[in-house]
């Protein structure tokens, strides 16, 4: 099995910055790829970043320039650097991650998800 541990959500202001980490531990054979979605009351769960094994990257439109993914391979984190914070990037973020188990099991994981709030 595998788990996925957030930290680093919180209340900032906007304008302001925050660093989202997460730690996926168990049974891993190799991780593809990991990243982050968001989610807001009565909507859909959305793509913000990801980042593969070669550290391609992908972002929303919404965060290009303001957010940045990286990935500590010889520790199985991901990070998320979240700077020039707006009201609308408030949500709860969840950590994703598409692990590979054996060469034979692989399988999507879900973090238990960090809220972040951008309030004055």
């Known amino acids: 099995q595998v788990q996925l541990v957030e930290s680093g959500g919180g209340l900032v202001q906007p304008g302001g910055s925050l660093r989202l980490s997460c730690a996926a531990s168990?049974?891993?054979?190799?991780?593809?790829?990991m990243g982050w979605y968001r989610q807001t009351p009565g909507k859909q769960r959305e793509l913000v970043a990801y980042i593969t094994s070669s550290s391609n990257t992908n972002y929303a439109d919404s965060v290009k320039g303001r957010f940045t993914i990286s990935r500590d391979n010889a520790k199985n984190m991901v990070y998320l650097e979240m700077n020039s914070l707006k009201p609308e990037d408030t949500a709860i973020y969840y950590c994703?991650?598409?692990?590979?188990?054996?060469?034979?099991?692989?399988?999507?994981?879900w973090g238990q998800g960090t809220q972040v709030t951008v309030s004055s």
């Open positions: 994703y991650a598409d692990i590979r188990s054996s060469l034979w099991l692989r399988d999507n994981y």
């Open positions: 168990g049974s891993i054979f190799s991780i593809v790829a």
